[in-house]
């Protein structure tokens, strides 16, 4: 079947904008998990949930990160009032469940100009 | 709190050397650990999961292996092929918690 999926793939944005990333993850999949990602380094955790309850969102740098699964399945992440030291790979991964393999969605680049 | 690191960071052998890929994690108290492999740009894609009940799990070419109580995870890879050129990342969560902690990748480049 189809993979996790993200959209948009390419988000450029103003300073001060919001902007509302999507995660569509995979059929069935009851754990999803947002991350960012800096070049050259690993993943860093945002948050995950637990079909729509979202379990952990110690990740989130501040405030102004949210994120929401309300019926279980689509996730979004939004950053109101963005800054241009939130440019950086947005990830998604979804899994079976909480303890199962991860699989991980393409990316959504966001750049804040 | 959860502490991930791989070594070495980067690492070039030649075609056909078997190799191994370390991951070292401070909080032993995991119930499991995934590699994954990551192409310049591109996403992760998942190569193996150990869970803590097991010591190995084996796709292909590439065996893993856990020491929980060492705190010591491997990923070897054997008759390497120029095609294994890739970022390897580990990833182990937080006791407690499903907040996984990621490593900074081992760059792997395999010469034809």
């Known amino acids: 079947g189809a993979g996790v999926s993200q959209s948009p793939r390419y988000k450029v944005t103003k300073r001060g904008q919001d902007v509302a990333l999507r995660c569509d993850p995979i059929?069935?999949?009851?754990?999803l998990y947002w991350y960012r990602q800096a070049l050259g380094q690993g993943p860093e955790f945002l948050t995950y949930?637990?079909?729509?309850?979202?379990?952990?969102k110690s990740g989130l740098p501040n405030d102004r990160f949210s994120a929401e699964r309300p019926e279980g399945s689509i996730s979004t992440l939004t950053i109101q009032r963005t800054e241009q030291r939130d440019s950086a790979m947005y990830r998604c991964?979804?899994?079976?469940?909480?303890?199962?393999?991860?699989?991980f969605g393409p990316g959504t680049r966001l750049t804040v100009t | 709190k959860q502490e991930v690191t791989q070594i070495p960071a980067a690492l070039s052998v030649p075609e056909g050397e078997n190799l191994v890929l370390n991951c070292s994690f401070t909080?032993?108290?995991?119930?499991?650990l995934q590699w994954f492999r990551q192409d310049p740009g591109k996403g992760l894609t998942s190569l193996l999961l150990i869970q803590s009940s097991q010591r190995e799990q084996t796709s292909g070419r590439l065996n893993a292996s856990l020491d929980k109580s060492s705190g010591r995870s491997t990923l070897y890879i054997a008759a390497s092929q120029p095609g294994d050129s890739a970022t390897y990342l580990c990833?182990?969560?937080?006791?407690?918690?499903?907040?996984?902690?990621f490593g900074t990748g081992t760059r792997l480049k395999v010469l034809a």
């Open positions: 949930f637990n079909y729509e309850a979202q379990q952990d």
């Open positions: 909080d032993s108290a995991i119930y499991n």
């Open positions: 991964a979804s899994s079976l469940g909480p303890q199962g393999e991860q699989y």
């Open positions: 059929s069935g999949h009851v754990s």
């Open positions: 990833a182990a969560p937080q006791w407690g918690t499903y907040k996984y902690i």
